[in-house]
């Protein structure tokens, strides 16, 4: 069965840190998908970074990196020199299937706390 | 502008009563998916379509169904069996060929009892 787990309920970061919001994950395909996606107070989704199962390089998008470690099955989200702005819920996902049916399912989601 | 429109953006049943909460997209997108988000608990999956006239069960489906005439349109209608539907809910679509497409959402539909 999928399954996403995102242990951390709620994370505090100082303005300007890093910080690191961890993702594991439970699938027997060898073939899958992980995003992270932002959700502000607003109730948006919005896309962040994608990381795919076979992709020998962590992905980059500006500020956010994904550190994959597929042997461990963690698909951990970074955020670089946070912002204010970076408070939210964000949820760590992963798309399985093939051509005519793919799914998503999400993880329970970590509250980010960016402290000025 | 290409997007997912989702209406209303509150919604309040009473008991005992049927209500259909509406997703439209303009994006061309095959695929559509209809989410549940409970507090501490993230996005649940409801039900899916990828083509007109079909669709999935997801993990909750029970005490909901769904229909999809047109590719554009998936509205979501949350029955009298559903003993607990206060949630916020997602409506989202993507293109169904790749693995690394992600999910386009709309702005979701508050549903509460009253």
């Not at chain 1, 303005?15 to 995003?35: H, I, M, N």
């Not at chain 1, 597929?70 to 996902?93: E, T």
Request: hydrophobic share 30%; charged share 20%.
């Amino acid at each position: 069965a999928q399954k996403i787990t995102q242990t951390q309920p709620g994370m505090f970061v100082q303005e300007k840190e890093a910080v690191t919001l961890d993702c594991t994950y439970d699938t027997s395909d060898p073939s899958y998908g992980l995003f992270w996606y932002k959700q502000p107070s607003s109730g948006e989704m919005i896309f962040l970074i994608y990381q795919g199962s076979y992709d020998q390089q962590n992905a980059t998008e500006g500020r956010y990196s994904l550190n994959f470690q597929k042997a461990r099955k963690s698909a951990n989200l970074v955020i670089s020199a946070s912002q204010l702005g970076d408070s939210a819920m964000y949820f760590c996902a992963m798309r399985e299937g093939n051509t005519g049916g793919f799914k998503t399912i999400f993880g329970a989601g970590t509250r980010l706390f960016v402290k000025a | 502008d290409g997007g997912i429109t989702q209406s209303p953006k509150y919604l309040f049943r009473k008991e005992g009563q049927n209500v259909t909460l509406s997703c439209e997209q303009n994006l061309n997108h095959d695929a559509m998916y209809w989410y549940r988000q409970d507090p501490g608990q993230g996005l649940r999956l409801i039900y899916y379509s990828q083509i007109v006239n079909d669709f999935q069960k997801g993990d909750i489906a029970e005490g909901y169904s769904v229909s999809r005439e047109k590719k554009e349109s998936f509205p979501l209608t949350v029955t009298s069996a559903q003993k607990n539907p206060t949630a916020f809910y997602l409506c989202a679509s993507s293109i169904d060929t790749e693995i690394n497409e992600k999910l386009f959402f709309g702005s979701g539909t508050q549903l509460s009892v009253l």
